[in-house]
């Protein structure tokens, strides 16, 4: 029963805990109940998203209601459906859905596009993402039609009179700045007097003043005509010259102005005369004052505000009471003006405190609009609380009321109605608590949890469905062009049926035409048969004929050979008249050889003829070809198989020279047979013709026969009158002779007689044959383009045996494998460009190959990469600790790295003394947003810095945080070996131990690398990867940042953009316009190229100036067009316009910033091109004949370039599929210029404020040498100075100097100084070795306050004590007072000397120099050395003559290195002398009738002399030379000459075999036996005749110069061989100057003495006298050998030789020979470089060899005296060696560094190089 009582209050508690439920459930978000008077205030936007989840329920209402709720339209089915507006809309149309009153500056249908001047992305709903066209400027200034965004750039199309990818300048022709608000640009009116060359007149492109104002006209708008001229200047020519003797004339009507009256006399009044200058300055005054008036209304239209109007009121009140008060009272001016100051005082303040208040209102509206909108927010959720409230009581009043009256119905008492309603609470409690209640409950929450997760879903759908609406538009331009492409299609194919309909008709016609041809062919063959039967006829005439020209062939041959044979034996008899006996059995002995030879060579060519295998030569030929594609898998076999790879082509090379013989035989044939058969099938009455010409020739060869006999029988008898006494002995032996000779002849003619037979038959089969045109044509077709193919491909297959025989020495192995590596490192460079993030998920790691070398970071350090982590735990209030990156050594002993630790950013490096930690703490990675960051770590010396940029993606807003650290100690050098280099990104491999401070676990999240120093880096150029997954890159979005908003393409040197089809955006016209910007801190570099055959257009950049050439195919040549006058400096890193416009097709016109720089005419062609290569080109590209010998520079470019146009259109060059290794953006730090180099007249220089008695600094060099001044400043008479004094570096502050004590720092390497100055002493370390001096003394540097100071690097413009330095400066800093420590950017130096400020050329020497520890001192500092290839030195071999004994120098046991080197065999090598060559004293005696030379030779040089010979005055000549890469024979007969020219160039470093040939006046050059060049003369001159000697590879000097151009006379560099005369091999050379063998393997610089002698004379170089010093380097090959040898005439000399490795020198000073010598410990000729120094002091000789010292004390001579004599080094002749000598060989080995006192001596610029000598190279092996 208590229980029935208590369930009516029951209830009612129940549903006051539901409404309790669901009024917390609508707060949170969880549930939206809309339950009747409760529903909640909220915005539009809110209704609609509610209208939208809620359409499924409000549709099944429409029935019921009239229309559709807002947001909703009625369909025809009469169903409510959401309006799809974008949230741009509320309302559209029923039936359609047609949006209305698109909101947010939207249009179309459903409000889903910008309209026509607005831009954005309004599927993706922000509320004002369409906005007005920032072209410059949104709403203020938009001078753009439209503008649209393209892979996220927005681009404008600009109105007619704007220009620039933003509208933000002018066009060409137009003035104004439309950046400025309420500026335009209008077009310029120069009144028609401005350039005609120009398409638009040329006028300020703010200002709109005109320049350069022609026919005679001046003015702002060249509207007045010149002083000196009259007339209307807007009249074209309307200026006409003052005809009044000089004097001003009226400049409208021309009439002449009176002279200045003359002042009466006695007056003191000067007489003016007013000359041009008034005039002139009369007309700048007027333009002044115009100017002046512009500027008035432009001041004048500047609107200022109330506030400043009020302010100005009131002073000008103010000054007008002073003014009144100062007039009243004169006499308390000085009162007043001290009270006038104190109020302006006060006013300035007053100025000042409403500057703050305005600030302050300003901020404190920002802040009532905050509260406000907060305020609203509280007074929403309040109402929404007080109904709910309301609702409460509503509900409490109701159980109160029923309460009240069950206890009346009950009659109960107020007590028992409380225990009633505790029994109540009780059971309410037990209720809530039971399980089926708490399980629902779980159920609602997880239902509620579910729902979250399916309405994220849905916002993800809606997302994506967003992004492909927005991909809706492309797909609709590319279904159109895919459309426009498909009505093309369908017009080709309604044409081709057209052409079918067409052919089907001429097939009607052309059959009844065959028919009627068949009908013609019948009639033809009757005629053929016919035809073929006077043939028959004329063959049985013609055989007659053809028997006899075989007998007189035959009859020819007996007779030519008989007379040979007879004029050889006429000369043997003369030769050995007195032994003739004897001579005989040697006669008839060789008699028969040279027969047997004859039929060796008989059966050699019937083999030839019969049996050449074709194929088997094709297959040896692809053999080889194989060879050469897998020539990577041989590397490492190399040496095997270059033995076999030279047979191979040794024997297929033969097999070619037969097989082009072959292919010219037949193709000759074939033509002569194609027309002879062809004249036949023409005129059947030739053969009359041939009859009688065959008479003829038969006549001809009779009367030859007797010519011949006649002459044979002179010369018999002859003979038998100049030897009457043993006249019928010798005819005896000689009928002996000659009946041999024609047996041998007879062999031959059997031998002949079967070829001769198949020639017969052959021709008898070709006259027999039936002549059906149509297949004899098809045949001789077919032959044709088999002769062809076969052009085609041998040359191919020698290419590719060439490339296999050069196996044959093994640099050329080397050399393929170093292109390989270049292939390498041109990939690797693309990878670096891979701008994409990779994804670590904390166990994945990259080890990546840093482009920059160990070097470059040694000093300094900069590193920037993207970041973005990925956040396991969203609940967790900070990101674990992880490792990001280390680089560094594998010992971790220095390094830098990047890690996260407590929820910061920490920056950690170790310089080898311990961890510097620099952590990020005001920027907590917890607060980091959820994409992209920047990070960037610097170091500078000691000094570290880490950088984090965090963008905004809604406004351009960055926010920036820095943190500074440095090392304790001294330590500055980041010391790394690159073979001991890692860098790990994101994790390590397992294997890998990382020091504590970076042992952590691995990344997660997403990283991306952008740049090391100065190059751009990717993690895509990976050495190894670990445990990386697929999953999909993070995006960056490239336009967050701010030095990548802009659309740049950045150039580092190695790649380039490749524009096909160019046409295809806009034509060549009348005018052909190029626009490109570009940015760069280099001096060279390629912009754009454009090639078609030997045609081209080049636009380069070189020593920072623009230069332009270009061929069109002209008659005279490329056209060169270059900034002469330095108009335009492009690399100081800004940008730049560059416009190369091309008028008419005659007139080049190279325009920068809107400046005319130059302009060249031309002959009138268009150009020919449709490829255009941008930023640089391919090797083969740029190497291509056309090409190469044109280019002033073949670099790429390095830099940045903003845009490129052709005829104002846009290309879009990452797009382009040509495009290799460019990347995108413009990193700042590629764009700095940490370096500069000083060629010893140069300096830079700046001002900043820096105290130099509180000091820190310091900078990277590079130098040779050993003196110069590296940092200068000076204030007064106090200097602070950074010098090197004999290779020492030297402080200087104040006079107080710190020197170190190593003096080897001109070493060419790269060194570190830094230098501390502070109150107790002065610091200089260089590469981390200190120097200290005390600075607390008397002398202590002066404590002045910090200034601006001028300071310079690199010299000083004033001559001071120190010479200017020469080297590289690099990584500068100091610690300045207004600003933090940073590398100093040279680039922004305002005063730039000669100085150089990209790349350091300084090369390291092959060997650190020598450097004097003290006066007896020298030592080697190793053999490390440079190595340079073959073609990077030269050689100057002669030969001296010796003794058999000499010659034959053998090693000695204890030398490391052979005598000989490695070398080709019989090539030598030529050039680095004007005239190295080698001389031959022999000529054939028929060599003026006919000479035949064949040589192999390589080459990489330009010009040079290969072949020469002449008489003695040079009136008849022959020779064989390169020039301009190309070969060329040439010889003379009379006044004429015969030049013949190969059109491919072959200075390619490659291996040719050549052959030159002289009959007569006719030339014939074989090139690879496959190219062949004929010509004549049209006569010859029979007295042609040189004599000996001929010359190879260069000529004596003065020959050649009188009949070949200057370049090619000198000695050409290369190597030469195989040299054939006539088909035999030359004989020795008589004499050789300046002629090595070609050397394999690799070399380095120095000078080589060969074992067959030589030396080099210097002229006059040397004194004998009380002082010298001599100081150089040898590696010797032989322990004995003269080194250095000097003498004079009165018997003086000085030598230096080696003895069994013992080092002598003996000298004679006129009274007494002494000597002293040194036996060093370590082994002379151990393969290592030695240094001997011997200095002479008076009578004192020292002798230092690798610091192991002694010296002998001689004679002192009263009388002497110094003067200079040659020197001899490496050898010296015979005739002045002394006999007190213990050696009189020569130098075997290198010599380099060779220095006279203390000045370096250049072998290269000697008198004389005689014998075997190789100047600057010396052979490494």
Request: proline share 4%; glycine share 6%; charged share 25%.
């Amino acid at each position: 029963m208590a229980l029935i009582l208590v369930w009516p209050l029951v209830v009612p508690l129940f549903l006051l805990g539901c409404l309790s439920f669901s009024s917390a459930s609508t707060e949170d978000n969880v549930f939206h109940f809309d339950t009747e008077g409760s529903s909640a205030v909220g915005s539009p936007e809110d209704a609609l998203l509610r209208g939208q989840q809620q359409s499924v329920v409000l549709g099944s209402w429409t029935h019921f209601a009239e229309r559709c709720q807002e947001g909703f339209f009625q369909t025809f089915s009469g169903q409510c459906s959401p309006c799809e507006c974008n949230n741009n809309a509320f309302k559209c149309l029923d039936g359609s859905g047609v949006c209305l009153d698109c909101q947010r500056n939207t249009t179309g249908d459903h409000c889903e596009k910008c309209p026509d001047g607005y831009l954005g992305d309004v599927t993706r709903g922000a509320p004002t993402f369409c906005q007005p066209c920032p072209c410059p400027l949104p709403l203020l200034a938009n001078f753009a039609d439209s503008c649209y965004r393209k892979n996220g750039v927005v681009r404008c199309r600009c109105k007619e009179n704007y220009a620039g990818p933003n509208c933000e300048r002018c066009a060409p022709g137009y003035y104004g700045n439309p950046l400025l608000i309420g500026s335009s640009c209008r077009k310029c009116d120069c009144s028609g007097n401005s350039d005609p060359n120009l398409i638009f007149e040329d006028c300020d492109e703010v200002t709109g003043q005109c320049r350069n104002c022609m026919r005679n006209t001046t003015g702002f708008n060249c509207e007045l005509c010149a002083p000196g001229f009259y007339g209307n200047a807007r009249i074209p020519k309307g200026c006409a010259a003052c005809n009044c003797g000089g004097g001003p004339c009226d400049r409208q009507t021309g009439e002449c102005l009176a002279e200045p009256p003359m002042p009466p006399p006695g007056t003191d009044c000067p007489v003016i005369s007013c000359d041009k200058c008034i005039w002139d300055l009369t007309d700048d005054i007027g333009l002044a004052a115009q100017s002046i008036d512009e500027s008035k209304e432009t001041l004048l239209s500047i609107s200022t505000g109330v506030a400043a109007h009020k302010h100005l009121h009131d002073l000008n009140s103010t000054t007008f009471i002073l003014k009144e008060k100062l007039s009243e009272k004169d006499n308390t001016s000085a009162l007043m003006k001290s009270q006038i100051d104190h109020a302006a005082n006060e006013m300035t303040d007053l100025l000042k405190d409403i500057n703050a208040l305005d600030e302050k209102t300003n901020q404190e509206s920002r802040k009532g609009l905050l509260v406000q909108k907060k305020t609203m927010e509280m007074t929403n959720r309040a109402t929404i609380l007080v109904q709910a409230l309301q609702n409460m009581i509503d509900n409490v009043q109701e159980i109160g009321s029923k309460v009240e009256y069950y206890g009346v119905e009950h009659d109960l008492r107020p007590e028992d109605i409380i225990q009633k309603l505790k029994v109540a609470e009780e059971m309410m409690k037990d209720i809530r608590a039971r399980k089926p209640f708490t399980i629902q409950m779980q159920l609602a929450g997880e239902e509620s949890e579910a729902a979250q997760d399916l309405l994220k879903q849905v916002e993800q759908w809606q997302k994506r469905h967003n992004e492909s609406r927005s991909l809706i538009p492309d797909i609709l331009t590319q279904l159109a062009e895919h459309n426009t492409k498909l009505t093309d299609l369908q017009e080709t194919l309604d044409q081709a049926a057209d052409f079918i309909h067409k052919a089907e008709a001429k097939n009607k016609e052309n059959a009844g035409a065959l028919q009627d041809h068949e009908k013609q062919q019948e009639k033809l063959e009757g005629q053929i048969n016919s035809v073929n039967n006077t043939l028959l006829m004329a063959e049985d005439i013609l055989n007659v004929p053809i028997q006899i020209n075989l007998d007189l062939n035959e009859a020819i041959q007996n007779a030519s050979g008989f007379y040979a044979e007879i004029d050889g034996a006429k000369m043997q008899l003369q030769d050995k008249i007195s032994n003739l006996s004897r001579f005989d059995d040697d006669l008839v002995q060789r008699a028969m050889e040279y027969a047997e030879e004859l039929h060796v060579r008989a059966n050699e060519l019937d083999r030839t003829l019969h049996g050449v295998d074709t194929n088997g030569l094709v297959k040896k030929a692809l053999n080889a070809s194989n060879v050469h594609e897998n020539i990577i898998n041989y590397v490492n076999e190399a040496n095997q198989m270059s033995v076999l790879a030279l047979n191979t082509t040794e024997r297929v090379s033969d097999a070619v020279v037969g097989i082009g013989t072959q292919i010219i035989y037949h193709k000759e044939e074939s033509n002569k047979l194609l027309r002879q058969a062809l004249e036949q099938e023409r005129t059947s009455y030739a053969n009359d013709l041939a009859v009688a010409d065959t008479e003829q020739r038969v006549n001809g060869t009779l009367d030859r026969k007797n010519y011949l006999k006649g002459h044979l029988m002179k010369a018999i008898a002859k003979i038998q009158t100049s030897e009457q006494d043993n006249a019928r002995q010798r005819l005896e032996q000689l009928n002996v002779i000659i009946n041999q000779t024609l047996n041998t002849a007879a062999t031959v003619t059997q031998t002949t007689g079967p070829m001769a037979d198949n020639l017969t038959k052959w021709t008898q089969d070709l006259r027999n044959f039936k002549p059906e045109r149509a297949a004899y044509e098809r045949v001789t077709v077919t032959t044709r383009d088999t002769v062809k193919r076969l052009t085609e491909v041998v040359p191919q297959l020698l290419d590719k045996l060439r490339t296999v025989e050069q196996k044959q020495p093994a640099n050329n192995v080397s050399a393929s494998i170093q292109r390989i590596r270049e292939l390498i490192a041109q990939t690797r460079s693309v990878a670096n460009k891979v701008q994409v993030s990779m994804s670590f998920e904390g166990q994945s790691a990259v080890e990546v190959n840093p482009p920059t070398t160990a070097e470059d970071i040694k000093a300094f350090t900069s590193l920037s990469l993207y970041i973005m982590l990925h956040k396991d735990n969203p609940e967790q209030a900070a990101p674990r600790d992880q490792f990001i990156l280390y680089l560094g050594s594998k010992n971790t002993k220095n390094y830098l790295g990047l890690a996260i630790k407590t929820d910061n950013l920490v920056y950690i490096y170790n310089l080898g003394s311990g961890d510097v930690e620099i952590p990020l703490d005001s920027k907590p990675v917890s607060s980091w947003p959820p994409y992209f960051s920047l990070v960037k770590i610097e170091r500078i010396g000691k000094h570290g810095k880490v950088f984090l940029t965090v963008p905004s993606l809604s406004s351009t807003a960055e926010e920036k945080f820095i943190k500074k650290g440095e090392v304790p100690g001294d330590d500055s050098l980041l010391d790394l070996e690159p073979t001991n280099a890692v860098f790990y990104v994101g994790g390590v491999p397992p294997d890998f131990q990382l020091p504590p401070s970076l042992d952590l676990p691995g990344f997660s999240g997403c990283l991306e690398l952008a740049t090391l120093n100065d190059d751009v880096l990717s993690l895509y150029n990976f050495k190894n990867i670990y445990n990386i997954t697929k999953s999909v890159p993070c995006a960056r979005d490239k336009l967050a940042f701010t030095q990548s908003r802009a659309v740049n393409y950045f150039f580092d040197g190695s790649g380039y953009a490749l524009v096909r089809n160019i046409e295809r955006r806009g034509k060549f016209g009348l005018v052909t316009r190029f626009d490109i910007e570009v940015r760069s801190p280099t001096d060279n570099g390629l912009l754009l190229l454009m090639v078609n055959g030997s045609m081209f257009f080049s636009l380069e950049m070189q020593n920072g100036y623009l230069y332009l050439q270009y061929d069109f195919g002209f008659s005279n040549g490329p056209v060169i067009l270059e900034d002469s006058t330095k108009k335009a400096l492009i690399n100081d890193a800004k940008f730049h316009e560059i416009s190369v416009i091309y008028h008419n097709s005659k007139k080049m016109i190279l325009v920068v910033d809107r400046r005319h720089i130059k302009s060249m005419q031309n002959e009138k062609k268009s150009m020919p091109f449709t490829d255009v290569y941008i930023g640089g080109a391919p090797v083969e590209v740029l190497k291509s004949s056309g090409v190469n010998s044109h280019l002033a520079v073949s670099i790429g470019f390095r830099g940045c370039m903003k845009g490129f146009q052709f005829q104002k259109k846009d290309f879009n060059l990452l797009e382009e599929p040509g495009t290799l290794g460019i990347g995108y953006g413009c990193p700042e730090e590629s764009l700095m210029s940490r370096k500069a180099y000083f060629n010893g007249e140069s300096y830079i220089a700046s001002s900043q404020k820096i105290a130099f008695h509180a000091f820190e600094g310091g900078f990277n060099f590079r130098t040779l040498q050993p003196n110069g001044l590296l940092f200068y400043s000076t204030e007064g008479s106090d200097v602070f100075s950074i010098s090197m004094d004999k290779g020492a570096v030297v402080l200087n502050a104040q006079g107080i100097k710190v020197q170190t004590a190593d003096r080897s720092y001109n070493d060419g390497k790269a060194h570190f100084v830094i230098t501390y100055v502070s109150r107790e002493r002065l610091d200089l370390l260089v590469d981390e070795q200190k120097q200290s001096k005390d600075n607390s003394g008397e002398n202590r540097i002066e404590e002045k306050p910090a200034s601006t100071k001028k300071f310079f690097f690199g010299g000083f413009p004033i001559s001071s004590e120190f010479a200017n330095f020469t080297g590289c400066i690099s990584n500068a800093y100091f610690a300045r007072l207004d600003r933090d420590v940073e590398v100093e950017d040279f680039q922004r130096y305002p005063e730039k000397i000669q100085a150089s400020l990209y790349g350091c050329p300084v090369e390291t020497p092959p060997a650190a120099l020598f450097h004097k520890k003290r006066k007896n001192s020298a030592r080697s500092k190793g053999s490390h050395s440079k190595r340079v290839g073959k073609e990077d030195s030269s050689l100057f071999p002669s030969s001296i003559k010796k003794t058999d004994q000499e010659r034959r120098v053998q090693q000695a046991p204890h030398c490391h290195l052979p005598n000989n080197p490695k070398a080709i065999e019989h090539m030598y090598l030529f050039g680095g002398t004007a005239n190295s060559r080698q001389e031959y004293d022999y000529l054939p005696k028929d060599f003026n009738e006919r000479s035949q030379f064949s040589i192999t030779l390589k080459t990489h040089s330009s010009h040079g002399m290969i072949f020469y010979v002449s008489d003695q005055m040079e009136e008849h000549f022959m020779a064989f030379f390169i020039a301009h890469g190309r070969l060329i024979f040439m010889f003379n007969s009379g006044n004429q000459k015969l030049r013949i020219r190969t059109q491919e160039k072959y200075n390619d470093d490659q291996w040719h075999n050549v052959m030159f040939v002289r009959e007569k006046n006719t030339g014939r050059l074989v090139i690879d036996g496959l190219r062949v060049l004929e010509d004549s003369l049209p006569s010859f001159d029979n007295t042609w005749h040189v004599s000996s000697p001929f010359y190879i590879g260069g000529v004596a000097p003065g020959k050649a110069a009188k009949n070949i151009q200057i370049n090619s006379v000198y000695s050409f560099s290369g190597c030469l061989g195989s040299l054939q005369l006539n088909g035999r091999p030359a004989m020795s050379p008589s004499q050789t100057f300046s002629v090595t063998p070609c050397f394999e393997g690799p070399s380095e610089e120095g000078t080589y003495f060969s074992t067959e002698g030589g030396y080099i004379i210097l002229d006059e170089s040397f004194s004998l006298g009380m002082k010298f010093e001599v100081i150089f380097e040898i590696r010797p090959r032989s322990s004995s050998g003269i080194l250095m040898h000097a003498h004079s005439v009165n018997r003086e000399f000085l030598n230096i030789h080696m003895k069994e490795g013992q080092v002598i020198v003996k000298l004679n000073n006129g009274i007494k020979e002494f000597s002293t010598s040194v036996i060093p410990k370590q082994n002379l000729c151990d393969g290592q470089w030695h240094r001997i120094a011997v200095i002479r002091d008076a009578n004192v000789v020292q002798l230092d060899v690798d610091s192991e010292v002694n010296h002998v004390v001689g004679p002192l001579n009263p009388k002497a005296t110094d003067h200079r004599e040659p020197v001899f080094v490496g050898g010296v002749p015979e005739s002045l060696l002394t006999f007190s000598l213990t050696t009189r060989n020569s130098f075997n080995g290198c010599i380099r560094n060779f220095m006279i006192d203390e000045s370096p001596v250049s072998f290269s610029k000697a008198a004389l190089v005689s014998g075997a000598v190789s100047i600057n190279r010396c052979p490494a092996a």
